[in-house]
């Protein structure tokens, strides 16, 4: 299975970005698959996930300007961030697992499969 992210860069205090995810060589019924970020010095954390009926999740801090969303026909998932803060810099990651997101949780270390991830900066 391979995860390939883009769409980071470096934006202003509550401007947006569109991050994607293509993934390949997995056929899986049920999946669960995921944004998480890491920032230096801290630990990696679940962003918002999304399983194979399209049951959504979001972690907090991310809610209402965070949208996960998936388009099977071209196998990709995407993050839609607006007004984006300062505290949103990191390094984001898009993960998957053939297992059900309740099931698996938020936990980044029951994810099987993580692309390289992308650069996600916020300047004030």
């Known amino acids: 299975v391979e995860l390939v992210e883009s769409g980071g860069g470096s934006v202003q205090s509550g401007g947006s970005l569109r991050l994607s995810c293509a993934a390949s060589g997995a056929s899986w019924r049920r999946y669960c698959m995921g944004w998480f970020r890491q920032a230096p010095g801290k630990e990696r954390e679940r962003v918002a996930t999304?399983?194979?009926?399209?049951?959504?999740t979001y972690a907090e801090s991310g809610k209402g300007r965070l949208t996960i969303s998936q388009d099977n026909a071209k196998n990709t998932l995407y993050l839609q961030m607006n007004n984006l803060k300062s505290e949103d810099t990191a390094m984001y990651y898009c993960?998957?697992?053939?297992?059900?997101?309740?099931?698996?949780?938020?936990?980044?270390?029951?994810?099987?499969?993580w692309g390289q991830g992308t650069q996600v900066t916020v300047s004030s």
């Open positions: 999304i399983n194979s009926v399209g049951t959504i």
């Open positions: 993960a998957a697992a053939s297992s059900s997101c309740w099931i698996l949780g938020y936990a980044p270390r029951r994810y099987n499969y």
